[in-house]
């Protein structure tokens, strides 16, 4: 039996078997006051916030014309730099994490347009859209109710998709399974096109130039070596794939604004999760959490 939905927490769903691969999961938070801000990390994912109640309220963060600002809906694209926001108040909000090739086949949209910003969903998905899925979500009597009125609208996008590129779709693996050490000419050799087709097949389908792709995938792994307890920030650096420590500081403070010891403290006290075909396992980072439940 699904517990009261006006309990406080945060609640974590699966989407159907069909969604898989397209939607990482789903998130359910029910503020009683205000929470304090989060930073979330560089990321090659796509998040689509829809809440009701005091919106959210960035601080910092998208590099592209992003003044801080509440939304109470938004698409949060791939990003270069860690997000701050937070909520003033008591609210309810719903966030889907999609992979960025499920993003682009759900949106029908070069994933470029969303890089490094964030945008209201009705200029992807058509006017009125996020206020009739909020009506319908707010109506919900369980979360896992939510769940269900979200795989079936976003099924129906589905439909209409646009598949990705095979060679896009490889280059991505590559890129991933080799924890961001593959060069261009690798990429190129691999999928036998030209490097500068290999550029536009990604800017276009996960948003990012291969070069910064690779950092932000080394990024994750350094985070992800980091929870296994490294004997030193050395060692940190060789088993990630920097060149040197140098290399790895110059990194992790233009992605996360911390030195790579700041980072390894918090890591330690939260350790990485894991999920298949995305990046986007430090969200909330290093802040107190609300307390979780799945559904």
């Avoid at 926001?85 to 029908?108: R, S």
């Avoid at 389908?205 to 992800?224: D, N």
């Avoid at 040197?244 to 350790?271: C, I, K, W, Y």
Wanted: proline residues 8%; glycine residues 10%; hydrophobic residues 40%.
């Amino acid at each position: 039996m699904p517990e009261p939905i006006d309990q406080p927490g945060q609640y974590v769903g699966r989407p159907a078997v069909s969604l898989r691969g397209i939607v990482i999961r789903y998130r359910g938070h029910h503020m009683a006051g205000a929470r304090p801000a989060r930073v979330t990390l560089p990321s090659a994912s796509v998040t689509l916030l829809l809440g009701w109640g005091q919106p959210l309220t960035i601080r910092s963060g998208p590099a592209q014309g992003v003044a801080p600002a509440a939304w109470t809906a938004m698409f949060a694209g791939p990003q270069t730099a860690p997000m701050v926001a937070g909520f003033d108040g008591a609210g309810y909000a719903v966030e889907i994490d999609l992979t960025p090739l499920g993003a682009y086949q759900l949106l029908n949209l070069p994933l470029h347009h969303l890089a490094k910003t964030v945008i209201a969903p009705d200029h992807i998905m058509g006017p009125g859209w996020a206020a009739n899925t909020t009506e319908q979500l707010a109506a919900a009597l369980s979360w896992p109710r939510r769940w269900q009125i979200l795989d079936a609208l976003l099924a129906r996008r589905l439909c209409a998709g646009t598949l990705p590129s095979p060679a896009a779709a490889q280059a991505w693996s590559l890129l991933r399974e080799r924890d961001g050490a593959v060069s261009l000419r690798e990429l190129s050799r691999a999928t036998g096109l030209g490097q500068r087709r290999i550029q536009q097949l990604l800017r276009e389908h996960i948003g990012l130039p291969p070069r910064t792709l690779s950092r932000i995938v080394r990024f994750h792994r350094a985070l992800a070596v980091a929870s296994t307890g490294p004997d030193s920030l050395a060692d940190l650096a060789g088993r990630a794939g920097y060149h040197d420590q140098s290399h790895m500081n110059r990194d992790f403070r233009a992605l996360s604004g911390r030195t790579p010891g700041e980072l390894l403290h918090l890591v330690r006290r939260r350790p990485a999760g894991h999920s298949s075909g995305h990046i986007q396992s430090f969200n909330d980072f290093g802040l107190p959490a609300p307390s979780s439940r799945c559904t």
